[in-house]
């Protein structure tokens, strides 16, 4: 069954950290680009991080230099070092796949942080 499933988020304090986890299922995140997600309530779902096939990373502007993305190939997960937060990064985030017109999302996780 292919499959994304979250975890790991929470209550935090600003200034806090968080690690999120995204274990993939039925497929590989060593051959596909895989990405995360967040969406504030009242606000439309918004590109966070990616990391590609070969390692490479990209970033929000908003998130640049704070988190972090990486992934573990054998144990299929891809993770999102999250430093530094702020309550303007509450959201549920979601981990995000794609190939071709082949789409699929996780069920998200919820982060919150207080001021």
């Known amino acids: 069954q292919v499959q994304l499933v979250e975890s790991g988020g929470g209550l935090v304090q600003a200034g806090a950290s968080l690690r999120l986890a995204c274990q993939a299922s039925?497929?590989?995140?060593?051959?596909?680009?895989m990405h995360w997600y967040r969406q504030a309530p009242g606000k439309q779902r918004e590109h966070v991080a990616t990391?590609?096939?070969?390692?490479?990373?990209n970033y929000a502007d908003s998130v640049k230099g704070r988190f972090t993305i990486s992934k573990d190939g054998a144990k299929r997960r891809v993770f999102l070092q999250m430093n530094g937060l702020k309550p303007e990064d509450t959201a549920v985030y979601y981990c995000?796949?794609?190939?071709?017109?082949?789409?699929?999302w996780g069920q998200g996780t919820q982060v919150t942080v207080s001021s």
């Open positions: 995000y796949f794609e190939r071709g017109s082949f789409t699929l």
């Open positions: 990391i590609t096939k070969t390692g490479n990373t």
């Open positions: 039925g497929f590989s995140v060593n051959v596909n680009d």
